[in-house]
T-cell receptor, first 111, second 112 residues
Framework: AAGVIQSPRHLIKEKRETATLKCYPI?????VYWYQQGPGQDPQFLIS???????DKGSIPDRFSAQQFSDYHSELNMSSLELGDSALYFC??????????FGQGTRLTVV | SQQGEEDPQALSIQEGENATMNCSYK?????LQWYRQNSGRGLVHLIL?????REKHSGRLRVTLDTSKKSSSLLITASRAADTASYFC????????????FGSGTRLLVRP
C-alpha cells in the first residue's frame, strides 16, 4: 500500500540558507500536517492543510511557510535557517479524526 | 510538552516482562493514538483509541483510556528486545484540525 512519502530524507544546509521539504500524502487523504522534532524532544505541530487551505497553525516561525497543492502534496519552505532549526521534520496525512500515517521524515542539519 | 506527561520517562525491563507506560493529557479529545519511534527514525502508528472506547487490544499491545482522569496506558506484554524504542502518546481534539499533540515519550529498553 502507498505510504506517505517525504523528500529529501536528509538535508544539510548552512545558516541563512533556504530549504524546501516535500510531502506526498496517501492517495485520497485530504489533510496534511507538519511536525518538527528536535533532538530528544517530542514532535511539535507546525501547520496543517485541509483541501489545500491552511486549517491550523502551531508554533511555526515566521521564517517558515507552507502550502498544499492541487495534487494534495505539500511543501514546507524554510528561510534564513538557524542552527536551532536542525531537527527531524515529519508530515502525516489522514482523513479528519482518523489514524495518522507518518512519513519517514526529513532530517535537516543546519551547519 | 503542551500535552502533559508520560510516565515513566524511561523504563528498563528484562525480555519477557511486561511494560506499562502511562500518558496524561489536558483537554477533551476525539481520539488518542500511540506511536513507536526507533532512535531518530519515523513514527510508527501502534493503536488508536477513540474517546468513547475504554480499552483496545492489538497483538501484544493493550491500551486503556480513562477520559474522566484524562489518562491512557499502553501495556506491552511478553516484551522482546526488538520492542526497545521510544513510545509516544498523541491526542487529537475534536474542536480543532485534529492535529496531534504529543506527550513527552517513554524510552523503553528491553534487555535480552
Amino acid at each position: 500500500a502507498a505510504g506517505v512519502i517525504q523528500s529529501p530524507r536528509h538535508l544539510i544546509k548552512e545558516k541563512r540558507e533556504t530549504a524546501t521539504l516535500k510531502c506526498y500524502p496517501i492517495p485520497r487523504h485530504d489533510t496534511v500536517y507538519w511536525y518538527q522534532q528536535g533532538p530528544g524532544q517530542d514532535p511539535q505541530f507546525l501547520i496543517s492543510f485541509y483541501e489545500k487551505m491552511q486549517s491550523d497553525k502551531g508554533s511555526i516561525p515566521d521564517r517558515f511557510s507552507a502550502q498544499q497543492f492541487s495534487d494534495y502534496h505539500s511543501e514546507l519552505n524554510m528561510s534564513s535557517l538557524e542552527l536551532g532549526d536542525s531537527a527531524l521534520y515529519f508530515c502525516d496525512s489522514s482523513l479528519p479524526g482518523d489514524k495518522a500515517f507518518f512519513g519517514q521524515g526529513t532530517r535537516l542539519t543546519v551547519v | 510538552s503542551q500535552q502533559g506527561e508520560e510516565d515513566p520517562q524511561a523504563l528498563s525491563i528484562q525480555e519477557g516482562e511486561n511494560a506499562t507506560m502511562n500518558c496524561s493529557y489536558k483537554t477533551s479529545i476525539n481520539n488518542l493514538q500511540w506511536y513507536r519511534q526507533n532512535s531518530g527514525r519515523g513514527l510508527v502508528h501502534l493503536i488508536l483509541i477513540r474517546s468513547n472506547e475504554r480499552e483496545k487490544h492489538s497483538g501484544r499491545l493493550r491500551v486503556t483510556l480513562d477520559t474522566s482522569k484524562k489518562s491512557s496506558s499502553l501495556l506491552i506484554t511478553a516484551s522482546r528486545a526488538a520492542d526497545t524504542a521510544s513510545y509516544f502518546c498523541a491526542t487529537a481534539r475534536m474542536d480543532s484540525s485534529y492535529k496531534l499533540i504529543f506527550g513527552s515519550g517513554t524510552r523503553l529498553l528491553v534487555r535480552p
